[in-house]
């Protein structure tokens, strides 16, 4: 198997080896991946981090090797300035580099929430793309699963997958923070993820990744007046 990572702050991850298909999701800078086919200058590829699978150009890959010595640190702030080969990029949370000492998340519940909170909070106003899951933009998975990765905490890539982690909480009144609440039309289809803030609150990627407030129904926008997210379940991951 040829293992490779992406070397630019983010790489799409399409649908098909064009860069006219429809982009499923991104890859970070660090990120390590197999490579699984070839299609002229494209790789379809399997990530190790989440196991998704599309095609990414290979010019933006390069061969690594899979060293468990290499310790690596993930970008928590929406960009950092870093060099690289000797030159100067900005890449985005979520991306991974090596270092000389690993990332220090190993905090006690209560701090562990509080930092997940905080990180989601960073990335308010940031806009809503399909697919996206950085700071450049982000899905309501991506946005999930990278609020996650940078506290050391692996979700899946899609809601639909996410649905399953976790324990289910049955009333709203047992919300706490951290909670995971998924929407759509039936437990079949779920269409949309966001994290439970407080009792009334809830954060998600929804034309930018913003705060609304929640109940039985789901979702309640005040600008638009009206619910925009029927509530499935709620899960706790933490």
Known sequence: MII?????????????????????????????????????????????????????????LVDTNIDKNIKKQI??????????????????????????????????????????????????????LWGGRSSFGIDCSGFIQTVFKINSIKLPRDARQQVHCGESVDFLNMLKPCDLAFFGETGENVSHVGMILDDRNIIHASGIVRIDTIDQMGIFNAELNTHTHKLLVIKRII
């Open 75 to 128: 970008i928590n702030k929406l960009w950092q300035e870093t060099v690289i080969d000797n030159q100067t990029v900005w890449l985005p949370a979520g991306a991974e580099i090596e270092h000389d000492r690993e990332n220090l998340n190993q905090a006690d519940k209560n701090c562990l929430i509080f930092d997940i909170i905080s990180t989601a909070r960073m990335f308010l106003g940031i806009p809503y």
């Open 4 to 60: 490779k990572k992406c070397n630019i702050p983010v790489l799409p991850l399409r649908s098909e080896p064009s860069e006219k298909a429809e982009m499923v999701s991104q890859i970070l800078y660090g990120e390590t991946l197999d490579v699984i086919a070839f299609d002229l200058f494209w790789n379809k590829v399997k990530l190790h981090y989440d196991g998704y699978e599309g095609w990414a150009n290979s010019r933006y």
